[in-house]
């Protein structure tokens, strides 16, 4: 009878903790929807702040505008946790032609890429050569390649779900084209746009030198995806095209940035942290609102979720905005140095990095228990669409955190249209759907809460199952 008593006591509460949860998930979402804040704080830096590339004036005035909104949230604790980035600066419009015959010119769309020198003042015009991938360079060699410019037209890989997989597949033609034409004698790259639609937007992003040394560096810029058809096309017809480009962009010397982080401090393990983020840096040729405004900003309604559903979280909640995500990282491995020389215990780190759309789930970076546990919360987001749940890539920024008794995760925005806008002009604020974003913030919010409540650790659920 008492064992009787026992069961039915048991079965009662794992059955209230359940309902709970799921009454929490809906209040958390509901208000998200109703009265979230992610848009309107997106709106501010987006169209009131703009591009913030990590160093720029822009970027200060969103350290400034987050931090202020942090403190408005009533927090526990708000903080600037200083970090020296790199200032990259574009300088002047860039500017490209090819030239079929003397005098003959089109004009393409390009950008330098983020990193790059410029070209020599006037510009630089030389016999353009193709090639398909980053290894055909080192194929074509120093006889083929020296004195021209190298055009690298790899598109990304359409058939593959994952845009982010297709993504990853030709990034390295981007960062380091350019220095493995280099070592060959070429004068420039000109790098195919990462972009799966046929468009007229050129994509900047990343690019690096490695060891060679600064005498040997070339001007790389990156063209719209049109007109890498179009250049290909015409090189096609005739291999004696000049190409010209000019770009000043310019490396500066480091400046002082910041960090932004809000705290909910723990209400029976303070000692134990969890951290949501994105960051707050951004490419300038858009106002960087899907990478990586709305992380930033979902991030912040986080905090904000949690309070207005009347949770009180046992660990400690902190939203971080990390500052140089983009060209350099330093903010997340500042973030992560201080946390050791603190020797503070993250058990569980979440970013959004991936854009503001339509939430589908999250990938983990963990062992199969802790997969088998978060998959086992399924039925709870399943009201929300929120079905994907497995090992993968968590987040730039939260990367620095691993070690092996941390969660990482990531959020999963359906990705089919990030590739259009990401470090483009057109990654604008029209172009994120306000109900798309506060779905994604509600869904983080929906994780943190689970993670907060049941704690990451395996062993003591296997307990309570053989009880
Ligand atoms: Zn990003």
Redesign the pocket.
Known sequence: MKHLFIVVFLFTTVQFSAQTDADNLKKIYSNSLTNGMSYQWLDHLSNQIGGRLSGSLNAEKAVRYTKIEFENLGLDKVWLQPVMVPRWVRGAPEFAYFETSPGVTTNVNICALGGSIATPVGGLKAKIVEVGTYEDIKTLGREKVEGKIVFINRPMQADLISTFDAYGGCSVERYAGAAEAAKYGAVGTIVRSLNLRLDDYPHTGSMGYGDLEVSKRIPSAAISTNDAELLSGMLALNKNLNFFFSQNCKQLKDVQSYNVIGEITGSEFPNEIIVVG??LD?WDLGDGSH??GA?VVQSMDVLRLLKESGITPKRTIRAVLFMN??NGLRGGRKYAEAATSKKEKHIFALES?SGGFTPRGFSFECSDAILAKVQSWRPLFKPYLIHFFEKGYSG?DIGPLKDDAIVLAGLRPDSQRYFDHHHAANDTFEHVNKRELELGAASMTALIYLMDKYGTETISNDDELKD
Do not use: K, N
């Open positions: 994105g960051h951004s990478d990586d992380g995500e983009e990095d730039a």
